[in-house]
């Protein structure tokens, strides 16, 4: 094990890039499970699934390995680096890890490209066919502007405008109410920008699985958060009325799936998923809050999860194609800072490439003594 490094607070290497999805990974499992199962509901409140999802996206936004950071050294790891993402890729000049490194690069734009055509889209259908001359509908509940509109499937709010879009559907008047307070607390809580932020997340690491996975649990997240909230705004004679308005208004428009996504909206859910929203909208009026040991043990794990870190160990390889064991070997540290690598008192090879040299300083080679010129 190699002690931390305090040359810098924070870096980013290939090591700490696949600590953090690896970390990621446990998280959105973890999440996965806590929102599948109801009886989990009444332990894990909105506090305590908050602090996962700020986990996930700072680990994700910053894959870093730390000062305090513990590196543990693999041999097999270090193989696979050596044997598969050091290997030439045919007769290319490049290694396989720099050609993954293309493809995800290309990749990346390629998805950039194409989420930037659902928002031109988005913002077309907004600005020609949603947003009509029309004065919009009234409302003491709010001060946002509501349209309704034949083209709206689902109450909905979108980001380029503060405007809320009603499908043009026989709300009753306390379903109205509802549907309005819960999408004025999504433009309040400015959501579609958060949700832009993990699509961006997933425009990045758009080969990662769990991404995708993340990226739904999301939006579904920030609905439980807006439940919450207005439901600190009602009178406990209305927390009931507020469910079952949620069932009434999806039974209203079930058969009109929404054909645009990336909105938010008061029922826009499958069957399961709105049966999940409901029990843990039920559940808060009994407990509001996860237990504070709860609470902190995700914390430890939080920070526990930068303490160590996986990186690749070559105890008995040199650098180059060529196999070299520590026996009758010393590396002589030159003063302008490169190595001499000698072997039985013989030069076998000068490390003067930043790699090389960082590799040494970093304890990869520390069978082999090292003397000062």
Not at 32 to 48: A, I, P, S
Not at 268 to 297: A, D, V
Not at 299 to 312: D, K, Q, T
Not at 316 to 323: D, H, I, M, Q, Y
């Amino acid at each position: 094990m190699r002690k931390p490094v305090f040359e810098f607070f924070a870096q980013i290497t290939q090591s700490s890039i696949l600590n953090s999805l690896f970390v990621v990974s446990i998280l959105v499992f973890f999440l996965g499970w806590v929102l599948r199962k109801e009886k989990n509901y009444k332990y894990f409140r909105t506090d305590f699934i908050g602090i996962v999802v700020v986990l996930i996206v700072a680990r994700l936004f910053l894959p870093i390995e730390c000062f305090y950071t513990w590196s543990i050294r693999s041999k097999a790891y270090g193989d696979l680096h050596y044997y598969v993402l050091t290997a030439p890729f045919f007769n290319t000049g490049l290694e396989v890890k720099q050609v993954l490194v293309l493809i995800w690069i290309v990749g990346s734009l390629i998805q950039l490209v194409r989420y930037g055509i659902e928002l031109y889209q988005m913002r077309f259908m907004e600005k020609f066919l949603l947003f009509s001359d029309q004065p919009g509908i009234k409302s003491t509940m709010t001060t946002y502007r509501i349209v309704e509109s034949e083209y709206v499937k689902q109450p909905q709010v979108t980001g380029f405008t503060q405007t809320i879009y009603l499908p043009k559907v026989d709300f009753t008047e306390q379903e109205l109410k509802y549907i309005v307070l819960h999408e004025s607390r999504h433009l309040k809580n400015r959501d579609l920008i958060w949700l832009q932020l993990v699509n961006l997340l997933r425009i990045i690491y758009w080969w990662f699985p769990l991404v995708h996975v993340f990226q739904k649990q999301f939006q579904f997240l920030l609905e439980i958060r807006v439940d919450y909230q207005v439901s600190s705004m009602l009178e406990e004679s209305e927390y009931l009325d507020y469910a079952k308005a949620m069932i009434e208004v999806n039974k209203k428009i079930e058969e009109k799936k929404p054909k645009y996504t990336k909105s938010l909206g008061f029922s826009n859910f499958e069957k399961s998923e709105l049966s999940h929203r409901i029990t843990f909208y039920l559940e808060g009026e009994k407990k509001k809050k996860t237990s504070k040991f709860l609470l902190t043990l995700l914390l430890v794990f939080g920070i526990g999860s930068s303490v160590f870190i996986l990186e690749p160990y070559y105890p008995e390889r040199a650098f180059g194609e060529n196999n070299v064991g520590a026996n009758d070997s010393y590396l002589l540290e030159k003063k302008d800072g490169t190595y001499e690598w000698y072997v039985k008192d013989e030069l076998y090879d000068v490390l003067d490439r930043e790699v090389e040299i960082e590799a040494v300083k970093e304890g990869k080679l520390e069978e082999i003594p090292i003397r000062k010129e």
